[in-house]
């Protein structure tokens, strides 16, 4: 049961600025005095364990909620509880203290709760900086100053120092160093996407960057709306006098990126789930609510009233969502629900609170136009419903009232927890969200959603045993093909073994097929292998209206919604409906078997029980070719039902084109 503490949040219908101030402080700030030590700097929420120390874990959960308090300031609003977190930072900077963080090592989690620190610091220096001791001063300057010339990850990190310096500045301190944060900023400037060739014309980029150097294929909300995109606004603001080249800059990036970003939030306000760090929630929707704090005028042909209505439906879409709450008003550790199988090493119970970003809008004043426009609806008569984002690798769809993305060419660049899930999917659906596997050994645990899923079932080989499974995680020769025109789609390859090689083709939803998107395969293979293969559409939710299990894995039943046969598979659930066909190609296999899978508990991030539609078969059984094609359907509800006449829309289905 979540506490009442919650109302504030729960249920909100975040219309007005007095809404998002009461989202801000009821749900976020109020549940954590509890855990709270007794000098303010160490928050503890839960038992479970990072890569870092603990007192780095009592860190973050002290600093991340200062990105939602401190823009709640900037905007007039007013917070008792703030003094918990200015004896914090006395306590916490205070080597003499039981509760002194530490300074910062190489590599130290410590440098990213810099950030949040300096932010609060810098933006709010009469709260968190000028109500301190002369020692508590010199103690504050002397912790930031501890990350300063050591070794940091070549990533975003590299943002949390400039912070860290800017802090520094604002302050007056000697300790700034000025060649640091320079030699940081060039770092940074080359993680930035070149121009590319849009149809017909040389563009720029669309304000994308990597996540680290060249051949780093990770863009995401990481290394976009919620990290690097929110720090070079707020570099814009804290050096606008000092670097106003960079700084506007940084503000067209922002403008040309909102262009791309508005794509990945549907029309009632949900993002679509897709890379790492997605524990953050709400704070993907940071870039539309930093435009305010930074007062960056959206890029035409958006109005202020496009950019607050992305926000506030975003939150409305959390607000119907109890299970991100524990019992005791603290947000868990998850998405959808409280589920750590999705989760990266470094998600600690504190983690969650980097979502505090989405309430950057509050610094705002109640005179801006952020508030005083009126929301606007997603602007489905100014943007096309088919995008190619060249940049992202990503074909953006809305059709039919589902939102999702085609996606091929990225990739974690180091040891990521479910990388090849959280980067390697066909597509990423606002509705169905993906999955995260529990294992390689059974399709219950590998829960492929999206994704062909191939196994070695060569008899008498010894490296055919059959008994694990292998997907897609890292693209090869992946690119757009036909940009800006009506046969645009995705090709890429990728190597399950050094022998055997598969090219896919993925098309977006074509004019009679509006509830459909294409895949289409060719597997090559060395002679005499042979492959059993999986293919699986979107999950949905895996229970029926009876409240039992669509398909139990146990027994193999299924109740009413569930339908499986010989070439195809459908899912009907208070979740929506998805399913996939074979599609009959000129030289393919053998019609596939229909087959809905009971995925593993809290595999999907959406949904703690799910259910996929997939379809079984086998390829180069006979020779070293196999070809595949499958269509993918997706219609999702609208207040728990689906929409009248989505039995015809299930009927049309798509044809193979020309690739």
């Known amino acids: 049961m979540v506490l009442l503490r919650n109302e504030g949040f729960l249920g909100n219908p975040f219309t007005t600025r007095e809404d998002v101030e009461r989202g801000c402080i009821a749900p976020v700030l109020e549940p954590l005095a509890a855990h709270t030590s007794a000098g303010g700097a160490l928050i503890d929420l839960s038992s479970t364990a990072t890569h870092y120390d603990l007192k780095a874990v009592a860190l973050e959960a002290f600093a991340r909620p200062l990105w939602g308090l401190t823009s709640l300031l900037l905007g007039g609003g007013e917070y008792a509880g703030a003094e918990r977190w200015i004896r914090g930072l006395a306590a916490g900077t205070d080597p003499k203290s039981e509760e002194y963080w530490g300074g910062a090592k190489a590599k130290d989690q410590r440098m990213v709760e810099m950030s949040p620190l300096s932010f609060a610091i810098a933006m709010k220096p009469d709260v968190f900086y000028e109500n301190q001791s002369e020692e508590s001063k010199k103690n504050i300057a002397a912790f930031l100053e501890t990350c300063i010339g050591k070794p940091m990850p070549d990533t975003n990190w590299l943002w949390f120092r400039v912070f860290a310096n800017l802090a520094l500045r604002s302050i007056g301190s000697d300790l700034f160093n000025p060649s640091q944060m320079e030699k940081d900023l060039a770092r940074l400037e080359t993680f930035q996407l070149p121009p590319h060739e849009a149809t017909g014309n040389a563009a720029a980029s669309a304000g994308w960057s990597r996540d680290g150097p060249e051949g780093v294929m990770q863009l995401d909300y990481y290394s976009g709306s919620f990290a690097i995109q929110f720090a070079q606004l707020t570099y814009s603001i804290l050096a606008a006098k000092s670097d106003p080249e960079r700084a506007e800059r940084y503000r067209e990036r922002a403008r040309d990126f909102v262009l791309d970003l508005i794509y990945y939030f549907d029309d009632e306000g949900a993002?679509?789930?897709?890379?790492?760090?997605?524990?953050?929630?709400?704070?993907?929707?940071?870039?539309?609510?930093?435009?305010?704090?930074?007062?960056?005028?959206?890029?035409?042909?958006?109005?202020?009233?496009?950019?607050?209505?992305?926000?506030?439906?975003?939150?409305?879409?959390?607000?119907?969502?109890?299970?991100?709450?524990?019992?005791?008003?603290?947000?868990?550790?998850?998405?959808?629900?409280?589920?750590?199988?999705?989760?990266?090493?470094?998600?600690?119970?504190?983690?969650?609170?980097?979502?505090?970003?989405?309430?950057?809008?509050?610094?705002?004043?109640?005179?801006?136009?952020?508030?005083?426009?009126?929301?606007?609806?997603?602007?489905?008569?100014?943007?096309?419903?088919?995008?190619?984002?060249?940049?992202?690798?990503?074909?953006?769809?809305?059709?039919?009232?589902?939102?999702?993305?085609?996606?091929?060419?990225?990739?974690?660049?180091?040891?990521?927890?479910?990388?090849?899930?959280?980067?390697?999917?066909?597509?990423?659906?606002?509705?169905?969200?993906?999955?995260?596997?529990?294992?390689?050994?059974?399709?219950?645990?590998?829960?492929?959603?999206?994704?062909?899923?191939?196994?070695?079932?060569?008899?008498?080989?010894?490296?055919?045993?059959?008994?694990?499974?292998?997907?897609?995680?890292?693209?090869?020769?992946?690119?757009?093909?036909?940009?800006?025109?009506?046969?645009?789609?995705l090709r890429s390859r990728w190597k399950p073994w050094h022998d055997v090689d598969v090219e896919t083709w993925l098309v977006p939803p074509q004019p009679g097929s509006p509830s459909w998107y294409l895949r289409v395969h060719k597997i090559v293979s060395s002679k005499g292998r042979h492959l059993g293969t999986s293919e699986a559409g979107w999950a949905t939710y895996g229970q029926s209206e009876d409240g039992r299990a669509l398909v139990q894995a146990f027994s193999g039943e299924t109740s009413r919604g569930g339908d499986q046969a010989i070439g195809w598979t459908r899912a009907n659930t208070s979740g929506g409906c998805v399913g996939v066909v074979d599609i009959p190609i000129k030289g393919g296999a053998a019609q596939r078997e229909g087959k809905l899978i009971q995925s593993d508990p809290n595999s999907n991030v959406i949904f703690s029980r799910s259910v996929l539609p997939s379809l079984l078969g086998s390829a180069c059984q006979d020779g070293c070719t196999t070809w595949l094609a499958t269509a993918v359907f997706g219609i999702p509800t609208?207040?728990?039902?689906?929409?009248?006449?989505?039995?015809?829309?299930?009927?049309?289905?798509?044809?193979?084109?020309?690739c």
């Open 271 to 489: 993002g679509i789930p897709f890379g790492r760090s997605m524990v953050y929630r709400f704070a993907i929707i940071s870039t539309f609510s930093a435009l305010a704090l930074a007062d960056v005028a959206p890029p035409a042909p958006l109005h202020w009233g496009h950019i607050k209505g992305l926000v506030l439906r975003h939150l409305r879409t959390w607000a119907k969502n109890p299970d991100i709450f524990r019992s005791d008003g603290t947000l868990n550790i998850g998405y959808g629900y409280d589920n750590m199988n999705m989760t990266e090493n470094y998600n600690a119970p504190g983690s969650p609170y980097w979502c505090m970003k989405a309430f950057a809008c509050l610094a705002a004043p109640a005179s801006h136009p952020f508030w005083t426009s009126q929301e606007l609806a997603w602007p489905k008569d100014l943007f096309p419903p088919i995008k190619a984002i060249p940049d992202a690798g990503h074909i953006m769809c809305r059709s039919n009232g589902h939102v999702y993305l085609l996606s091929s060419g990225q990739s974690a660049h180091y040891a990521l927890r479910h990388a090849q899930e959280k980067y390697g999917k066909f597509s990423y659906s606002s509705t169905f969200g993906f999955c995260c596997s529990t294992g390689d050994l059974d399709l219950e645990q590998v829960a492929a959603d999206s994704m062909l899923a191939v196994r070695d079932i060569t008899p008498g080989v010894e490296e055919g045993d059959g008994e694990t499974w292998r997907v897609r995680r890292v693209p090869l020769d992946a690119r757009i093909v036909g940009r800006g025109s009506n046969e645009v789609h």
């Open 638 to 658: 609208v207040s728990g039902k689906l929409p009248t006449g989505w039995e015809k829309e299930w009927e049309k289905r798509p044809e193979v084109p020309a």
